[in-house]
């Protein structure tokens, strides 16, 4: 893993960031165990995984489950939105300056036939807290938080001064069989900033590869949008009928084991045509070089992919933050995760040009330059 630029000495940022992360803490020793004794999964030679195999393709160490490994899944519908609120409540309680919410964004991989965010909202209402409006959720994958971003950047005028709060909450634990298991976290994690006081966006792009959809096959289905509809919904291919099916009667949710092509998820995503041309963009709009960068977070997909960033993208490796070797993939959650304990080591402060970087599932990819206040 290579050495971040030590922290400096000075003034932390004031939005208030949350992180809820399940008890259930999967190392890769539990995951071989599961590998070999239960799914009978090993590599090609028929030797069994072991853990250093799965911590060298993945950068992965340990991951966090709302259940045990193999456990039945829990009803999504339930899951959810309990950990988006209980962030929401702890971002909240950072905030003793405020008296209300203006905006709040929710995002979710798996929509569940409710909006995550009015869900959220409801329930902060009921404990006393003001929320004036809360927008229809997004479900842009793991781009999530950058296609939010992007949308608040495009929308400057009607969000300055607003009090925000963001909010991402994922339960993928499930939604893999095989050797991908080793890749998913459960997590929740949240963000409360006033813009353009705590914090701005100073250039965002967001890209949607839809000819590259089948890339990740997962259940991620139209008729499980809320009929509030979406701020965006990215549509990925069906996985195959043989794979595994949980029913939506006991589960709340209809999901098969999803499937994804990971040596072409990788080439697309370290393609000279995909992030390059997405930061060089953000970078104009926002009036920054490359060099100027503070931080670059990236979303936490894979720890290899992560090592290798900063030659690929022309940033110093230094810059890029990465916590996927304690935390796994947790999908949309991750930007925020990484952002949170960044913040703890003092390597986002006030005055930080912090480059966020979102790819995945749909396919989409994303960059958002945001600078701290």
């Known amino acids: 893993m290579t050495e971040r630029f030590a922290p400096k000495e000075t003034e932390r940022p004031t939005a208030s960031t949350a992180v ?9 020793e539990d995951m071989v165990s599961y590998l070999t004794d ?17 911590e060298d393709v993945t950068g992965i ?3 966090h489950y709302c259940t045990e490994i193999g456990a039945p899944p829990l009803n999504r519908a339930q899951i959810v939105p309990d950990m988006g609120i209980r962030v929401a409540l702890s971002a909240l309680e950072g905030r003793g300056d405020w008296d209300h919410v203006d905006d709040l964004f929710a995002s979710t991989t798996f929509p569940y036939k409710k909006s995550l965010g009015k869900e959220i909202a409801e329930n902060l209402r009921a404990l006393g807290k003001e929320v004036v409006q809360a927008r229809q959720d997004v479900y842009a994958e793991c781009t999530s ?8 950047r495009e929308n400057d005028s009607e969000f300055d001064g607003k009090n925000i709060l963001l909010i991402a909450s994922e339960y993928v634990s499930p939604i893999s069989d095989d050797i991908h298991i080793t890749l998913p976290s459960d997590a929740a994690t949240a963000i409360a900033f006033t813009y353009g006081k705590d914090l701005r966006i100073k250039g ?78 953000t970078c104009e709009m926002a009036g920054v070089t490359r060099d100027e960068i503070d931080v670059v977070i990236p979303h936490q997909a894979n720890g290899r992919m992560i090592d290798n960033l900063g030659g690929f993208l022309g940033i110093d490796q ?39 970087l979102g790819f995945g599932a749909g396919m989409i990819a994303g960059a958002a330059l945001v600078e701290v206040n």
């Open 61 to 63: 160490e340990k991951r």
């Open 38 to 54: 239960v799914l009978n999964v090993r590599k090609k030679s028929g030797e069994p995984y072991c853990a250093n195999d799965i």
């Open 145 to 152: 938080p950058v296609w939010i971003l992007n949308h608040i």
């Open 20 to 28: 809820y992360t399940p008890q259930n803490i999967i190392l890769n």
């Open 204 to 281: 965002s792009v967001v890209h949607h590869y839809p000819e590259l959809k089948g890339l990740i096959r997962a259940s991620i289905m139209p008729e499980y949008e809320p009929p509030e509809g979406s701020l965006f919904f990215c549509e990925v291919e069906q996985p195959s009928d043989e794979k595994k099916l949980y029913g939506e009667e006991k589960y709340g949710f209809n999901l098969r084991y999803g499937e994804m092509n990971g040596h072409r998820v990788f080439i697309w995503v370290v393609n000279s045509t995909t992030l390059p041309p997405i930061i060089d963009e």
């Open 318 to 356: 230094k810059k890029i933050f990465s916590n996927i070797k304690n935390h796994g993939n947790s999908g949309s959650a991750t930007t925020f995760l990484a952002w949170h304990e960044a913040v703890g080591e003092g390597l986002i402060r006030k005055k930080s040009k912090v480059l966020i």
